[in-house]
């Protein structure tokens, strides 16, 4: 029951951000698959191929997932999701025997899976409910996932120490927070605020909040179209920007314990560096946030870049008398991620509004993720070419350039029908 005096939006962020560990943070962030790799008699290539495959369909559906979003609502597609990603998981859990069989459980279905309960679903939910805070809300909601992968970082990584490396036994209990998960979205997830009797922001949001936006230049008050949006360059800016974030990532996720325990460092050590790494991205998450709402958008999206270059390059030195550099390449990794990936989807909803977004994103997060899916492929088998990861890292700092000069091209747009005068503008719309 909601009380009308109190704003639920908090508390849809409090139920967005468990969902966002229990669905993805735990499973997407975990070591499992490392242990996986030996049994199943993967090749670095073929492991990398089941990463690279997640990725790709954690954005591939994304616009199916908008679709749903807007003719069957938010917790139908949550409820999608996690049944999925169960799937997948009680598959890894009981019948995957063969290379072939894990990238298509953990490929395909969790991948989808994490399409229809993550990115798209989440970021709508905060751009209804949110303008003056939605970078915060935004980064609060996101960083679910980065908490959730430092505690199954090193909770998963004792389990699977104490039970002789039965990791069949740690998907099972993936799959069982994985139902809790979409219980608390389906449960708790309320689709507008204006199916409440509220507005975003609050009581006051409407009219307070979406003025002191419009007239600070960071947030648009022009009824946005899809198909105006997408003959905006702002908009291809982001979509590059997004590839740029995420190409690191799916490297990280694939390839980083691998990295270090190639090193020279132990089991224990690089899982710890893969839970800073996780962890961290929170930091960033909450840095980006605030900064989209405050400063113009393509500042707050370049200033996260940095962190990749200086990231990849203190990778490349990373051995077993270093592992010091190993936690700082995790830190600025984490915090790169974070702080880039909440501007590139929080600059979506400032740029076109609510109403356009379920689309917009979807089509964001299909390109953005699409592209740069191959990350872990493209890594793995730079590795298995030269016998080292520098290849890898060195390419990641070329992209990392490329988010820089990308997010110099995000300006808040101006849209053509006003210009031309075929459509009024609102009253400090931009």
Request: with cysteine; aromatic share 14%.
């Amino acid at each position: 029951m909601i009380r009308k005096n109190e704003f639920y939006g908090w508390t849809l962020v409090r139920a967005l951000f468990l969902a966002d560990l229990l669905l993805m943070g735990l499973s997407y962030y975990s070591v499992i698959n490392t242990y996986m790799l030996k049994q199943l008699h993967m090749s670095r290539g073929v492991y990398g191929l089941g990463f690279t495959l997640t990725n790709l369909f954690y954005g591939l559906p994304s616009t199916l997932v908008a679709i749903v979003i807007i003719r069957w609502g938010l917790r139908a597609t949550f409820g999608i999701g996690a049944a999925l990603i169960m799937t997948g998981a009680l598959c890894l859990a009981f019948f995957v025997t063969r290379p072939w069989e894990y990238v298509l459980s953990f490929g395909v279905l969790i991948g989808t899976g994490f399409a229809f309960s993550t990115n798209v679903p989440i970021a709508t939910a905060i751009t209804r409910w949110f303008t003056r805070y939605r970078g915060r809300a935004m980064a609060i909601a996101f960083s679910g996932a980065a908490i959730g992968g430092f505690i199954g970082a090193s909770l998963v990584n004792r389990l699977l120490a104490t039970n002789g490396g039965n990791w069949r036994q740690a998907w099972k209990v993936m799959a069982a927070l994985v139902f809790l998960g979409g219980a608390v979205a389906v449960f708790r997830v309320k689709e507008r605020p204006e199916d409440v009797g509220q507005t975003p922001d609050g009581m006051l949001g409407k009219i307070s909040a979406g003025r002191s936006a419009a007239k600070s230049n960071l947030v648009t008050a022009y009824p946005w179209t899809p198909s105006e949006a997408y003959r905006t360059f702002p908009y291809w800016a982001i979509i590059v920007a997004g590839v740029a974030c995420k190409y690191p990532l799916f490297f990280m996720l694939g390839h980083w314990v691998l990295h270090l325990r190639g090193a020279g460092i132990n089991a224990a050590a690089a899982a710890t560096a893969l839970g800073i790494f996780t962890l961290t991205q929170v930091a960033g998450q909450f840095i980006g946030g605030w900064l989209v709402d405050k400063i113009p958008a393509r500042y707050a999206l370049m200033l996260g870049f940095p962190c990749y270059l200086i990231g990849a390059y203190l990778s490349i030195g990373v051995s077993a008398h270093s592992i010091l550099a190993a936690d700082a390449a995790s830190v600025l990794f984490g915090v790169g991620f974070g702080w880039t990936f909440v501007a590139v989807y929080t600059l979506v909803g400032h740029f076109y509004g609510p109403a356009a977004y379920p689309k917009l994103s979807g089509v964001l997060a299909l390109l953005s993720s699409a592209i740069a899916a191959p990350s872990s492929a493209i890594s793995g088998k730079l590795f298995d070419a030269y016998g080292s990861y520098t290849p890898a890292f060195e390419l990641i700092g070329m992209i990392g350039l490329v988010g820089i000069i990308a997010g110099g091209f995000a300006m808040i747009p101006r849209p053509r029908a006003v210009v031309i005068g075929e459509k009024p503008l609102p009253d400090g719309a931009h």
